[in-house]
């Protein structure tokens, strides 16, 4: 529903632009798209090991660092405080997700905020158990190279359940989240 103004006597809709808000600022865009990016890479395309792999594991562990310093100091859906899933949050949320009315949240819902911190988790552990391998002290020691590969598929089927649950809320909602990644707004909250 886009907002309404009385011009001339009649209601006119405003201009769409009118109707959204800007939520994920350009920090949080290019981490999520430079993670997605990297893991497109790092699990499909590079061969493990190489150089390009290292360097690509580099960049998510920088990506990674700038994400969790602008989580403290970033713009207001940015900061880990505006999304932390508390049981007070989570609790209610999946009460009302399983009765069918969750109410569409302007930031993360409590969910995707688990999600978040998962994934998030499991990119340090890759990237930790990554940088490991290849130290003098680790260099082919199996377990490292086993939790690696453990953490890298983790972090690709969560994805891939992120990817669903964003399509499933996008059509609960009637709100196309992907894009709203790209351009980084929102529709108005109701």
């Given amino acids: 529903m886009r907002p309404e103004a009385i011009r001339g006597g009649g209601i006119v809709p405003l201009p769409a632009e009118t109707a959204t808000v800007r939520v994920w600022d350009p920090v949080v865009r290019i981490f999520h798209w430079g993670v997605v990016a990297a893991c497109i890479l790092n699990l499909f395309i590079l061969e493990e090991g190489k150089m390009a792999h290292r360097y690509v594991g580099y960049t998510v562990a920088g990506l990674l ?9 970033g713009s207001r859906h940015a900061r880990f405080a505006d999304f932390m899933p508390t049981p007070r949050r989570l609790v209610p949320y999946v009460r009302d997700l399983v009765a069918g009315r969750e109410k569409r949240q302007l930031g993360h819902n409590p969910l995707a905020a688990v999600m978040m911190i998962v994934l998030m988790l499991l990119l340090a552990l890759t990237a930790g158990t990554g940088f490991m391998s290849t130290l003098d002290a680790f260099w082919g020691v199996k377990w490292v190279k ?13 994805a891939v359940l992120h990817a669903v649950a964003a399509i499933v809320e996008s059509r609960r909602h009637r709100e196309n989240l992907i894009w709203s990644m790209v351009t980084g707004r929102k529709r108005a909250i109701d």
């Fill in 65 to 73: 660092a700038v994400r969790l310093v602008w989580g403290l100091v």
């Fill in 146 to 158: 086993e939790l690696h590969e453990v953490f890298a598929n983790g972090i690709l089927w969560l």
